[in-house]
């Protein structure tokens, strides 16, 4: 048995950030029923590449989970969907603020049918404020919160970061937030409203600038602290064939063993001055310039000094501490045939998370999800 066996969650997110959530919680037993919308669903099925008819997207994000089309905004929809909340333990939506509540589908009417059920949001700026009702993105989000102005080289301009962060930590965050309200609702009987701004989260993400900001006035800007690059022990340097090494020996002990494999006893002590930095930073890149990346990983191999190679996707699949973890699954599908897909970062030793069925067809369980009520 899994541990969230018997747990019922009622899917109208789309895209990214609710149905990561959802499908975490499917992974340990929880039935989620995705509800979409009829003739195009969620939008991510039609996201390239494709397995035959299949996105892989799509896929990737909804594994262990049953669809049901409903017109919402229909009253045969809206009737048919608080039926199912009577049966279901959590709601997970993501829409603007204001748009459930006018197709009458919204937390008030869904605590009126019953009265355990968790309702959980997913709104890009909150409720309440000028931006709630504001459409944006993840690259939106993180720039309002200040983390794209951190990311990037000092004197250029802010980059883009390489990932959805935003997105995918309020997922982790509703996910969270979902399992403290089911037990309330255990311990009480009464269910709750969740709010997870995205906003919010990227604001959350960043408890070193606070400290510097709150306790001294300082701003973190990219390459001005510890962080962001100014630190020549927490950085990243080229090699001879134009690949990149990530230093992040912060400690004292991790950096006498870099400078030990570099044969630069000289160096060790110069970490302590600021003074330093620039020159350290010089030194550092002259070194690891001398040999390719390859070369580097040989000689750092087993020396514990914090340092890794830059890597790209498919070699980070490739990976042997992937492979180790059992990160990348292999899965073949009667129709679909052999695929692969990310597997499950959550290792639990007595309920591990499962992979029960690929993520479906548009509406394939509409008639039985709906015949059980």
């Given at each position: 048995m899994q541990a969230l066996e018997g747990i019922r969650i009622l899917d109208l997110s789309r895209l990214l950030p609710g149905p990561y959530c959802t499908m975490q919680l499917a992974d340990f037993g929880a039935e989620v029923?995705?509800?979409?919308?009829?003739?195009?669903?969620?939008?991510?099925?039609?996201?390239?590449?494709?397995?035959?008819?299949?996105?892989?997207?799509?896929?990737?994000?909804?594994?262990?989970?049953?669809?049901?089309?409903?017109?919402?905004?229909?009253?045969?929809?809206?009737?048919?969907?608080?039926?199912?909340?009577?049966?279901?333990?959590?709601?997970?939506?993501?829409?603007?603020?204001?748009?459930?509540?006018?197709?009458?589908?919204?937390?008030?009417?869904?605590?009126?049918?019953n009265p355990r059920i968790i309702y959980c949001s997913l709104t890009g700026y909150g409720k309440k404020g000028p931006l709630a009702k504001q459409a944006d993105h993840d690259i939106g989000y993180v720039s309002l919160a200040g983390i794209t102005a951190m990311s990037g080289e000092v004197g250029g301009r802010p980059a883009i970061p390489g990932v959805l962060m935003a997105d995918m930590n309020a997922s982790m965050a509703a996910g969270m937030a979902i399992m403290i309200a089911l037990r309330h609702a255990q311990q009480t009987g009464e269910g709750q409203e969740i709010d997870i701004s995205l906003y919010?989260?990227?604001m959350t993400l960043m408890p070193g600038a606070a400290s510097l900001y709150f306790g001294s006035g300082f701003v973190a800007q990219r390459g001005n602290n510890w962080l962001t690059g100014a630190n020549p022990n927490y950085n990243i340097y080229a090699t001879k064939d134009g690949r990149y090494l990530s230093v992040g020996c912060l400690e004292k002990k991790f950096w006498t063993k870099l400078c030990e494999v570099l044969q630069r006893a000289d160096l060790v002590d110069l970490i302590d001055d600021e003074k330093n930095y620039a020159y350290l930073k010089q030194e550092l890149a002259q070194e690891f310039g001398r040999h390719t990346l390859s070369e580097w990983q040989e000689r750092l191999a087993g020396k514990d000094t914090c340092v890794t190679p830059v890597l790209d996707f498919a070699e980070a699949v490739a990976a042997e501490q992937t492979q180790a973890n059992e990160m990348v699954l292999n899965v073949h599908d009667e129709e679909l045939g052999d695929y692969r897909q990310l597997g499950f970062a959550m290792k639990l030793s007595k309920t591990p998370a499962q992979l029960r069925k690929r993520a479906p067809r548009l509406g394939e369980d509409t008639e039985a999800v709906l015949g059980e009520v």
């Open positions: 029923i995705k509800i979409e919308e009829p003739g195009r669903g969620d939008y991510a099925r039609s996201f390239p590449p494709f397995l035959k008819d299949f996105g892989y997207w799509h896929l990737q994000l909804n594994r262990n989970k049953r669809s049901v089309v409903l017109d919402l905004k229909s009253e045969a929809g809206r009737k048919a969907f608080l039926s199912l909340v009577k049966t279901a333990d959590v709601v997970v939506e993501s829409y603007r603020p204001g748009v459930l509540e006018k197709l009458g589908i919204d937390y008030s009417a869904a605590k009126a049918v919010n989260v990227a």
